[in-house]
Nanobody, 131 residues
Framework: QVQLVESGGGLVQPGGSQELSCAASAASASIFTIYVMGWYRQAPGKQRELVATITTGGITKYGDSVKGRITAHRDNAKHTVYLQMNSLRPEGTAVYYC??????????????????????WGRGAQVTFSS
């Protein structure tokens, strides 16, 4: 019911910077709040791993492999999360997936918002590091 659309990505130079963004929307409802939004990534032949998550209150959690080089921030009013990546490394080549959980939506004409069960994933944004 809630769609996540990633933007950014593409070909980047090692040591460079890149910012990804992800916006949440609902076609037939209004999003009241999304408690946690974040990013995971999956490199070729590897499992999906945590990159960063951030709550509505700004509490962040980062994966061990990216600490110190990645910053997540969000715009709660726009239901959008950003991932600023610095000092990029070739092993960062992966598909970066946006994730959202703890969502409350309001259906038209149904009064108070209600929680959605489960989380949502975006389709992913490819980030490829050139040598």
């Amino acid at each position: 019911q809630v769609q996540l659309v990633e933007s950014g990505g593409g070909l980047v130079q090692p040591g460079g910077s890149q910012e990804l963004s992800c916006a949440a929307s609902a076609a037939s409802a209004s999003i009241f709040t999304i408690y946690v939004m974040g990013w995971y990534r999956q490199a070729p032949g590897k499992q999906r791993e945590l990159v960063a998550t951030i709550t509505t209150g700004g509490i962040t959690k980062y994966g061990d492999s990216v600490k110190g080089r990645i910053t997540a921030h969000r715009d709660n009013a726009k239901h959008t999360v950003y991932l600023q990546m610095n000092s990029l490394r070739p092993e960062g080549t992966a598909v970066y997936y946006c994730y959202a959980d703890g969502m409350w939506v309001a259906q038209p004409g149904h009064g108070s918002p209600s929680p959605l069960q489960g989380g949502s994933w975006g389709r992913g944004a490819q980030v490829t590091f050139s040598s």
